[in-house]
């Protein structure tokens, strides 16, 4: 597709991710907490929403670490990102796994629910949304997208003093899980504000969990505080 100005897209954010794109499907890499908090967040939507014979969205896919276990659960997934290099990544492991339901598009969420709405019957955004310019335009871009009674799912980072301490000081600096400016303390997005953007886009929230790293373990869980890491299912209205 040809990238224009009003593209919801930091160029400096693709390209971050962009040239560590090799390494999305290494579990030891850079990419690690995606990999250890993928059965958590899968297992937590396919309760609320099963996905086996349901078609699926995983806006913001990157190398498709979701998207793949959602298709092998029986779902049909489009992934879409608009790094060309995670696409290719996440085309490459879908064919080596021989991963079926899974396809990929290098399309916008708005591009793609302007072409397709209302298309979906489960819409996953997950760890994407404090990463773009306007997250409350990907916010409505699910919710178009999402067919009436869909599910839509999102994840991101609460921007608040204990967030700053553990999602950047810690694990960026500290204890090296992510690498150095994965994340930009103003770009986080406190729960409120994200609770504003779905109301405004006919999204009912219907459950809310934290995720909790411990460092002594390095184990994730899914728990009730919404302090750093936290993950929201709505439902399109009507």
Not at 39 to 50: C, G, H, K, T
Not at 62 to 86: E, F, H, N, P, Y
Not at 157 to 183: D, K, Q
Not at 201 to 224: C, F, H, W
Request: net charge negative; charged share 20%.
């Amino acid at each position: 597709m040809t990238h224009t100005a009003a593209v919801n897209a930091d160029p400096a954010e693709l390209a971050k991710f962009s040239d560590l794109a090799h390494r999305w499907w290494d579990p030891e890499s850079e990419f690690r907490p995606l990999h250890q908090i993928n059965p958590l967040r899968l297992e937590w939507i396919n309760a609320i929403s099963p996905v086996a014979g349901k078609t699926a969205l995983d806006v913001g896919c990157g190398g498709g670490i979701l998207a793949d276990s959602m298709a092998r659960k029986g779902a049909q997934v489009l992934g879409i990102d608009l790094s060309t290099k995670a696409l290719r990544v996440a085309q490459l492991h879908a064919l080596e796994a021989e991963t079926k339901g899974a396809t990929y598009r290098e399309v916008s969420a708005e591009a793609l629910a302007a072409e397709s709405p209302g298309s979906f019957d489960v819409v996953t955004c997950m760890e994407m949304l404090e990463h773009v310019p306007d997250p409350a335009s990907v916010v409505q871009a699910c919710a178009t997208l999402a067919k009436p009674g869909g599910w839509v799912f999102f994840s991101t980072i609460n921007r608040s003093p204990w967030s700053f301490l553990m999602a950047i000081v810690g694990a960026e600096y500290v204890l090296n899980l992510l690498p150095r400016g994965t994340h930009e303390y103003s770009k986080m997005i406190r729960p409120s504000e994200l609770a504003t953007y779905c109301r405004q886009s006919g999204l009912e929230l219907r459950q809310t969990k934290g995720m909790d790293y411990n460092p002594l373990s390095r184990i994730y869980a899914m728990v009730d505080s919404t302090a750093v890491n936290y993950l929201f299912a709505t439902r399109k209205v009507g």
